[in-house]
C-alpha cells in the first residue's frame, strides 16, 4: 500500500508596503518592480506621505477674444512695473489689466507662430520665426526701418600706383542688423605694400539712417570678400591697418528690420538667437551694452555664425549654460561661447542625438533637462558635469528609461511644440499622445525621488512663472485650446471645477516566487485626509487579468449604530457599517477588504474621479500564504521524450 506524505503549507505571513514613492515603472514586467514603483501613475503628484491627486488649475483673468494662446510672459521693469503679457491667434500683444486684456499698441503679428519673449535690460524683444524683430518698452512697440544697400561706391589709388588686384563691398548698419553689402568694385593699380602714404581710398553715397558701415575686402583671399573694418562716415582709407577676418564674410541679407528668429537667449551679457526659416543652422548674436540688441558685424556690435550649416539639420533650441549657450540641432549637441580673447568657440558636447523642442529644456538645480529623440521615441535627459570626469566636461544621461514604453505614444510630428517647466522640484514638459493634435500629456519628473508620473487632460502651450507685485510666484500656463492663462499648482484638486480623473496602481505582488500559488486575505490600506467618502475606488487584480473585486473608499464615521466610532472604510458590498459619514473626521483611516482569493501574484490599481476629491495613499498590507503543495494547472506542463 503506498505511503502518504501530507505537505504542510508555511504559516501565514504579512507583507507590509509603505512610501510608494518610486513612480510609474512600464519598462519591466509588473512582478519585477521594486515594491515602491507603480504600474500606472495618471494624475498623481508624489509627497513624502506617498500618494496625492495632482492639483489643479484655475483660469487667471478672462479668456478675451482669442480663442488660443501663442505665448505668455512676465515683464519685470526696473522702476517697479509688473506686467502679464501675451500673444494669442489674434495677432495682438496684450497686458493683464484685471480680469481683462488690454491690447498694447496696434502692431498685429502673425495669428499662427508661437510666439516666444526675452527681456533685455528694460526691453521685451519678440520672437516668432516669421515676424521682423520688434521690442515693447513697457509703453510702446518699438519696430525698425529697412536700411538700403550703399550706393556709389568709388576705390581710387593714392600715392605710387602698382599692379596688385584689390576688391571691396560696403555695407550699412544700424541699432539692429546690416543690409546687404553693395556690388563689389576693383582696381589693378594697387601698391603692393600699403602705408600711410600708398593707400587705397573709398567713398560712396551715405544711406539715410545708417549707424555706420562695415568695409569687405582687401587682397583676393581664396574666400571673396571678408570683414576688414567698421566706419561711422561714408569714407574710408585702407592704409594695411586692418588684417581681413578669415571667417566673417559679407551679409546674405538685411536685417536692418530686425533678425527673423523663433528663439533667443541672454548670455555673456548677448542676446544669442536662431530659428530663422532661411537660415535653419544660423546662430546670431547681439552686441554688448547698449548694442545689445545689434546683430549686425561691427566694432561693438554682435554677428552670426553657422553651426555646422547645411549639415540637414537646424538649431533646435538654445539655452545658456555654464558661461556659454547650449545649442541643440537635431542630430548633436553644442557650447557655443566667446573665449578669454573674444573670439567665438564652438565645442562639441555629443553627435549621437539632438534636441526637439525649444520650450522643452530646462534648468534644473545644476543641469539642464531636455526632450530629444532616441530610436524613434521621445527620451528625456540631463546635461551636466559628470562625476569623475574633467570639470569642464558636459555629458548627457537618459532619464527616463522606466517609462520607455510610454514615450512612444508620442505624435513625433508635433514634437517640436513641446514645453516644458520647473517648479517646486517638478521638471514637467507637455507632449501631445497619438490620439491628440495639440499637447495633452505632461510627463512628470520628481526631482526629490527621481520618480515619473503623468498629467493627462491639460493642453499647455507654453508655461511661464510670474511673480506679481505681492513678490508671490507662481506657475502659468498658455491653453493649446482657448485663450486663458491657467494657473497651476492649486490648493483645489480639479480643473476649473471639471474633476481629475486619477488612476494608479502598485506592481504585482508575488514574493517573488513567480512559480507558487498563494492565498492571500484581507488587504488592509492606509490613507490620509479624506474629503470626501466613496471618491476612491479600486479594483483587486490576480495574475494580472482576473478583477478579483470592486471597493470603494470612504472617509472615517461617527455616531449611529452598530459599531459606533469605526475607522473602516466600505468593504465589499454588504459588509459596510453603520453610521453618520462625517467629512475628514479623521487623519488616518484603515481600509480593510475582506477578501479570500488564490493566486501567483495580486495588484492593486485605484481610482478618482471626485470634484476637489484629497487623499493621501500611505500605504498597504496583506496576508498571504505560499501553497506549497498546489501543483500548477494542467496547461502549464509539458511533457518531453
Given amino acids: 500500500m503506498p505511503r502518504i506524505t501530507k505537505i504542510k503549507d508555511p504559516d501565514k505571513q504579512t507583507e507590509v508596503v509603505t512610501g510608494l514613492l518610486g513612480g510609474l515603472n512600464t519598462f519591466q514586467d509588473e512582478t519585477?518592480?521594486?515594491?515602491?514603483?507603480?504600474?500606472?501613475?495618471?494624475?498623481?503628484?508624489?509627497?513624502?506621505?506617498?500618494?496625492?491627486?495632482?492639483p489643479g488649475i484655475l483660469h487667471y483673468g478672462g479668456q478675451g477674444t482669442a480663442t488660443k494662446m501663442l505665448g505668455g510672459f512676465g515683464y519685470y521693469k526696473s522702476d517697479g512695473t509688473h506686467e502679464l503679457l501675451r500673444v494669442t491667434n489674434n495677432g495682438n500683444l496684450e497686458k493683464k489689466n484685471g480680469l481683462s486684456w488690454t491690447q498694447i499698441g496696434t502692431k498685429t503679428y502673425n495669428t499662427a507662430a508661437r510666439m516666444n519673449f526675452l527681456q533685455a535690460r528694460d526691453n521685451v524683444f519678440l520672437f516668432n520665426g516669421i515676424d521682423s524683430l520688434s521690442y515693447y518698452d513697457g509703453t510702446n512697440i518699438n519696430v525698425y526701418s529697412a536700411l538700403t544697400t550703399p550706393v556709389g561706391l568709388a576705390l581710387a589709388t593714392q600715392g605710387t600706383a602698382g599692379t596688385t588686384t584689390y576688391s571691396y563691398r560696403v555695407s550699412a548698419f544700424n541699432a539692429?542688423?546690416?543690409?546687404?553689402?553693395?556690388?563689389?568694385?576693383?582696381?589693378?593699380?594697387?601698391?603692393?605694400?600699403?602705408?600711410?602714404?600708398?593707400?587705397?581710398?573709398?567713398?560712396w553715397t551715405a544711406t539715410a539712417g545708417a549707424t555706420g558701415y562695415n568695409v569687405y575686402g582687401n587682397k583676393s583671399t581664396g574666400l571673396g570678400e571678408t570683414y576688414l573694418t567698421t566706419v561711422y562716415t561714408n569714407a574710408f582709407n585702407d592704409k594695411a591697418e586692418f588684417t581681413p577676418s578669415t571667417v566673417i564674410l559679407p551679409p546674405e541679407g538685411n536685417t536692418t528690420t530686425g533678425i527673423i528668429s523663433k528663439k533667443a537667449v541672454f548670455s555673456q551679457s548677448r542676446i544669442f538667437a536662431a530659428g530663422d526659416p532661411a537660415y535653419p543652422s544660423r546662430l546670431f548674436y547681439g552686441g554688448v551694452g547698449s548694442n545689445i540688441g545689434n546683430f549686425s558685424f561691427s566694432e561693438t556690435g554682435g554677428g552670426a555664425t553657422d553651426i555646422f550649416k547645411n549639415d540637414g539639420s537646424e538649431i533646435r533650441d538654445l539655452l545658456p549654460f555654464q558661461g556659454g549657450v547650449i545649442v541643440w540641432k537635431d542630430n548633436a549637441i553644442y557650447k557655443f561661447y566667446f573665449n578669454s580673447s573674444g573670439q567665438p568657440t564652438l565645442e562639441e558636447i555629443t553627435r549621437s542625438f539632438g534636441g526637439i523642442a525649444w520650450r522643452g529644456s530646462k534648468h534644473v538645480e545644476n543641469d539642464v533637462v531636455f526632450p530629444a529623440k532616441k530610436d524613434g521615441r521621445l527620451?528625456?535627459?540631463?546635461?551636466?558635469?559628470?562625476?569623475?570626469?574633467?570639470a569642464g566636461v558636459l555629458r548627457t544621461n537618459e532619464l527616463s528609461i522606466k517609462i520607455a514604453k510610454d514615450l512612444e505614444d508620442v505624435l513625433m510630428s508635433n514634437i517640436k511644440n513641446a514645453a516644458a517647466f520647473y517648479f517646486n522640484s517638478i521638471y514637467g514638459c507637455a507632449i501631445t499622445t497619438s490620439d491628440s493634435t495639440v499637447n495633452n500629456r505632461i510627463w512628470c519628473l520628481d526631482t526629490r525621488f527621481g520618480a515619473w508620473v503623468h498629467w493627462d487632460d491639460l493642453h499647455p502651450n507654453f508655461f511661464t512663472n510670474y511673480i506679481d507685485t505681492d513678490s508671490s510666484e507662481k506657475l502659468y500656463f498658455g491653453d493649446e485650446q482657448t485663450g486663458y492663462f491657467e494657473e497651476m499648482f492649486r490648493d483645489e484638486r480639479s480643473d476649473n471645477g471639471v474633476a481629475v480623473s486619477v488612476q494608479f496602481a502598485t506592481k504585482a505582488f508575488n514574493q517573488k516566487q513567480f512559480n507558487k500559488f498563494k492565498k492571500y486575505w484581507n488587504p488592509i490600506f492606509q490613507f490620509k485626509d479624506i474629503s470626501k467618502s466613496g471618491s476612491i475606488t479600486g479594483d483587486i487584480i490576480i495574475d494580472g487579468a482576473i478583477v478579483s473585486g470592486n471597493f470603494t473608499v470612504q472617509t472615517q464615521t461617527s455616531g449611529g449604530a452598530g459599531v459606533g466610532v469605526s475607522l473602516v472604510g466600505f468593504t465589499l458590498p454588504g459588509d459596510a457599517p453603520g453610521g453618520v459619514v462625517t467629512s475628514g473626521v479623521s487623519a488616518d483611516t484603515i481600509v480593510q477588504l475582506f477578501f479570500i482569493k488564490k493566486g501567483r501574484s495580486i495588484k492593486y490599481e485605484f481610482r478618482s474621479e471626485g470634484i476637489d476629491a484629497r487623499y493621501k495613499f500611505l500605504s498597504l498590507a496583506h496576508e498571504y500564504r505560499i501553497l506549497e503543495g498546489k501543483p500548477l494547472p494542467s496547461s502549464s506542463k509539458f511533457y518531453t521524450s
Avoid at 539692429?176 to 573709398?202: F, H, P, R
Fill in 379 to 390: 527620451a528625456f535627459y540631463s546635461l551636466g558635469n559628470q562625476e569623475n570626469y574633467s
Fill in 176 to 203: 539692429i542688423g546690416e543690409t546687404l553689402a553693395c556690388v563689389s568694385v576693383q582696381i589693378a593699380t594697387g601698391n603692393a605694400i600699403l602705408d600711410a602714404t600708398n593707400y587705397n581710398k573709398l567713398t
Fill in 32 to 54: 519585477v518592480l521594486k515594491e515602491s514603483e507603480l504600474s500606472k501613475a495618471k494624475n498623481i503628484i508624489l509627497s513624502v506621505d506617498g500618494i496625492e491627486p495632482r
